[in-house]
């Protein structure tokens, strides 16, 4: 019989587990040291070499996850432009496979024209419908939209944000209450913009 050094190996591996392991982890820990001056020095001679592995890599990996990708950059706008939903998962399903406007008076079909909107209610936040540019826009009236406000989650502040811009000028507003931010919203646009 001849000896298969690869077989003995793997079967030698496969008996030894715990106790190499407990090697490896002593190696690590008596030669940090050296084991990051090895790193850092094949990091230096290969730059270019992991700079394309790393291209190669993030290629890839979008052409994986092109849909899951385009869900989370959608879904995070809708977030940043202050639009509060229960569930953005069905939403996002909902918006993508529309293809007419949810106004029952409407109907008409989206176009490069007439485009998909996320109607929601400025002043909650909160996800109405999802509507032709033409309907969303006719929906736009002074006691519930302002057109330049949203209230947002803030992750540098940890609380939420009321932003509103008046003549060029931004005004910020940061609260970890968020009712206490809406009425304050309320009274701020009352005062500056519905004069």
Partial sequence: MVFDKKQWQKEYREKNKEKLKLKSKEYSENNKQKIKEKGKEYREKNKEKIKIRHKECREKYKEINKEKIKKCFNICQWKNSGLIAINYELIYDRYYFSSHCEEPKCNKEYTKENKKCMDHCHDTGL?????CNSCNTKRRTKKNSSGTTNISWC??????RYKIQINGKIHCKYSKNLEWLKNYKKEYENKYLYV
């Fill in 127 to 131: 996800f109405r419908n999802i509507l």
């Fill in 155 to 160: 992750n540098t502040k940890n609380s939420w």
